[in-house]
């Protein structure tokens, strides 16, 4: 079955510091996208970060980037200089493609962003 | 912003009562998709829709139904509503033809069953 873990159920960081969230993932599927989605306290689920499993190059999307080692099935996010806003759950997901392309959900990481 | 609403977004009802929520889409993607999130489960697939009629299961489909007549419509119905359906619902859409499924999600409904 496809499973989807994150392993850090909280984490803090300063204001303007960075800090990594840790994803891990399993799949049999040759090709495939993996996706950071953001939950602030507003609910509202928010696409933040996708990556094909065949670029090599890590995708990044202003102060967020993944570092995608796909030989491990690890997929983290970076947030670069936090700010206050960045304060959310952040949840990795990845599709499984034998149903309709549901989203199979990891159990999310709530970062709060410390002044 | 992808154009995804939810109705009702807030809702009090008792057990043992009928409940229908509405998703309602604007872009004119395939692929509907009806979650629930839970404290300690993430989000959990209820049902999909993958075209007007076309449904299927997903992992907590037991106590609901759904309908889809229209593209841009996506009903979920709560047959008889019981205290462990109280929970946030999210409608989510994807768009068709693309191999990525990326999903973009509704505001969410925040359902209790007294």
Redo the contacts between chains.
Sequence with gaps: AQTVTQSQPEMSVQEAETVTLSCTYDTSES???L?W?KQPPS?????VI?Q?AYKQQNATENRFSVNFQKAAKSFSLKISDSQLGDTAMY?CAS?D?N?????I????TELSVKP | DAGITQSPRHKVTETGTPVTLRCHQTENHR?M?W?RQDP??????IH?S?GVKDT?K?EVSDGYSVSRSKTEDFLLTLESATSSQTS?Y?C?I?EEGT???????G??TRLTVT
């Design positions: 090709n495939y996208y996706f989605y609910r509202q689920m928010i696409l996708r094909e949840f599709p493609y149903q309709g392309g549901k989203l959900f990891g159990q999310g | 692929y998709y979650y300690g489960h993430g989000l959990r697939l999909y993958y299927d997903g946030v999210f989510a994807s191999f990525y499924h990326e999903q973009y999600f505001p969410g």
